[in-house]
């Protein structure tokens, strides 16, 4: 497949642990933070997202938490599963109606069977 | 079956040859954008469109030209390509991105090198 990345910050885990991923964002203006998941030799698929009026969201498996203050955005995925090997980005959106998105450069999660 | 699709996948061409690359989505969406992906770089916005005839720079606009005549279809133009613009090319697209739910879907991507 393709390669999407050399020299990614790398996390590896042993199937059923939980998992952090943790991602520092740029812009103290942006409202609205996304999470992808991308497979090797496939396109990026969206996970979950939040607001900036929100702290912490959660989704099937997955939750995301928002600190502001020091401009962290983190992503947890519990009971890892082999098939949650993949890179994983988060992106901001602009603030207000700045709907440019910026994405950061990925972190390489392996899961060990 | 609700996609975005690209065309075409994979294209070789040479320097100053123009060239395009189609997009087109088929869940009537709002937002549609094109990124590249570069080793090391990540995905890098080149341009963005709210809705027909409304089109805005991403962080790498140069070299790079959009056209948004309808909702569904969002063409990426390179009208002179150099060997730098070689990369992996995704469209997507979403309803929008003013709420929550604004899934963005992307297309399975477009590898382009140019000689």
């Known amino acids: 497949g393709e390669s999407v990345g050399l020299h990614l910050p790398t996390l590896s885990v042993q199937e059923g642990d939980n998992s952090i991923i943790n991602c520092a964002y740029s812009?103290?203006?942006?409202?609205?933070f996304i999470w992808y998941k991308q497979e090797s030799g496939k396109g990026p698929q969206f996970i979950i997202d939040i607001r900036s009026n929100m702290d912490k969201r959660q989704g099937q498996r997955v939750t995301v938490l928002l600190n502001k203050t020091v401009k962290h955005l983190s992503l947890q995925i519990a009971a890892t599963q082999p098939g949650d090997s993949a890179v994983y980005f988060c992106?901001?959106?602009?603030?207000?109606?700045?709907?440019?998105?910026?994405f950061g450069k990925g972190t390489l999660l392996t899961v060990n069977p | 079956e609700a996609q975005v699709t690209q065309n075409p996948r994979y294209l070789i061409t040479v320097t100053g040859k123009k060239l395009t690359v189609t997009c087109s989505q088929n869940?009537?969406?709002?937002?549609m954008s094109w990124y590249r992906q570069d080793p090391g770089l990540g995905l890098r916005q080149i341009y963005y469109s709210m809705n027909v005839e409304v089109t805005d720079k991403g962080d790498v606009p140069e070299g790079y030209k959009v056209s948004r005549k309808e909702k569904r279809n969002f063409p990426l133009i390179l009208e002179s390509p150099s060997p730098n613009q070689t990369s992996l090319y995704f469209c997507?697209?979403?309803?929008?991105?003013?709420?929550?739910?604004?899934?963005?879907?992307f297309g399975p991507g477009t590898r382009l090198t140019v000689l």
């Open positions: 869940m009537n969406h709002e937002y």
């Open positions: 992106a901001e959106k602009g603030g207000g109606s700045n709907y440019k998105l910026t």
């Open positions: 997507a697209s979403s309803l929008g991105l003013r709420g929550t739910y604004n899934e963005q879907f």
């Open positions: 812009n103290s203006a942006s409202d609205y």
